[in-house]
């Protein structure tokens, strides 16, 4: 399990368990948020409750989570500090290149759409975006504006982190992100208020 804070945000990111493996979808994805959920903060929880719009939250904890899912992984950000935050998990899929247009504006595709990687850290933040703001009727290909800064790409346990600003035209959300190659096809991207 890799393990790392940003911000006062707690972040566990982990493959399946062989055990969670041979369970149906569904519940493999919750086996495996609670186990790592757990690993985080130390407590026992067995259930993780879901707002009117679908963000997850813990009953009676002082704790605000954000969690997420792909093929091969899964992650789960806590924080008793910081409250808007979102967090994406995915593997490259080649029909990242057929949607591109409906989470890219033109200006975004010449940013982001330079290599699988890039495009699957635009995809990974535009989603951890738009968990953090929580804006119904949000246009993600041109109200989300993510801006990297190329320069200060880091490299830590073999993770390569690229860091930037990402903002929501009209609104007055300020955010930063953080985009991890977990693995040469594994991003996982948090966006949370600067």
């Not at 041109?142 to 035209?169: A, R, W």
Request: charged share 20%.
């Amino acid at each position: 399990m890799k393990v790392f804070e940003i911000s006062g945000i707690m972040v566990g990111v982990d493959t399946y368990t062989p055990a969670e493996k041979q369970l149906k979808r569904n519940d493999c994805e919750r086996m495996a948020v609670l186990r790592v959920l757990c690993h985080l903060t130390g407590l026992n929880i067995t259930d993780i409750c879901h707002n009117a719009d679908g963000s997850p939250f813990l009953k009676d904890m002082p704790l605000n989570i954000s969690i997420s899912h792909c093929r091969t992984h899964v992650a789960v950000a806590v924080s008793s500090l910081q409250n808007n935050f979102g967090l994406d998990i995915e593997n490259f899929r080649i029909q990242l290149y057929k949607v591109k247009d409906k989470f890219l504006s033109k200006n975004g595709q010449s940013v982001w759409n330079t290599d699988n990687l890039m495009l699957l850290r635009a995809w990974t933040i535009m989603e951890a975006t738009y968990k953090a703001v929580r804006i119904k009727g949000i246009d993600i290909c041109n109200d989300i504006v993510m801006v990297p800064d190329n320069d200060n790409k880091m490299f830590e346990n073999n993770i390569e982190t690229l860091c930037g600003t990402s903002h929501v035209n009209g609104c007055i959300h300020n955010l930063s992100f953080n985009s991890m190659a977990i693995t040469p096809e594994t991003v996982v991207s948090i966006v949370f208020k600067s």
